[in-house]
């Protein structure tokens, strides 16, 4: 990929604990370009939301870091720098939370949360900003915005409180926005609304979109590349179309072998499941952290470092098994 918005190589991370030295990140590398959605999958704990808060320079107190390339627009990120930091937040990139519940101060009104961003970094006069409010949450699908600007976040639903969220985010027009498993706590309905208002808004505004979810139905739903994380690292990164077809990291296909497939799952019938659960990622181990849940594991795969294949130029994963064994034996 060619003049990547976001580039990363090489990132590590480890946080000091009582137990000893964590190592959330294991040599992260991502790139996306301007206008592309990329999607980070895996199970819980294996570093998704870990690399967006490196990205925005919101590591925990106790964390360490270092990494061959960080950049962002061509320049390195400023990531130990606080101020230069809140300079770029909110403004070039901008984060959706989890739980915008937590994520909003329930003392501030809806209106003071908007308009306090644009005017810190574009120097918005009050009428300026408040217009801009008004119509992001129009945008979004609030009803009666105006009004809506002097109430609380309690006030909102689940669903209205995720799109005041993304209104939030967008209201000083950055560059990349990053969603961090943003229709966990909504029902169906008001997922399937926050995704095609998510991709809406990145098709006419040309945001590029970092996609953290452990869901691989909305990964084919709305990414055009993805990066699949275990404990800690990516261990395949793939167009979406190549990654569901041709799966090359038995992580990768045993994922997939999960999902209920319309018209083929009879109801009632059990899934299938990956045995076993992530490993500890506190003091030192080799070799691939799945083999030990892993229905291929040889002798090769306790080699350290594991070796990056390629299928294609686009198309990357670390295993030291052919990717044509993986359909002779079951995830």
Known sequence: MTDALLDIA???VTIRTDAGELHALRGVDLRIAAGETLGVVGE?????????LAIMGLLPRRARWRAERLSFEG?????DDQRAMADLRGARIAMIFQDP???????LTIGTQLVEGIRRHDGASATTARMRAIEL???????????RLGQYAHQFSGGQRQRVMIASALMCRPRLLIADEPTTALDVTIQAQILDLL??????LGLALLLITHDLGIVARMADRVAVMYAGEIVEEAPVRAAFTRPSHPYTRALIAA???PGRTRPGSRLAAIAGRVPELIGGFAGCAFRERCALAAEGCARDP????????THAYRCVIAPERHASVSA
């Open 10 to 12: 090489g990132l590590d």
């Open 259 to 261: 999902l209920p497939i």
């Open 137 to 147: 949450l129009a945008r979004v699908g609030i009803a009666d915005p105006g009004a």
């Open 199 to 204: 991709g809406e808004l990145r098709r006419e």
């Open 75 to 79: 320049r390195p990120l400023p990531v």
């Open 101 to 107: 519940m937590t994520s909003l101060n329930p003392t």
């Open 306 to 313: 594991v070796p990056l294949q390629r299928r294609d130029a």
């Open 44 to 52: 819980s704990g294996c570093g998704k939301s870990m690399t967006a």
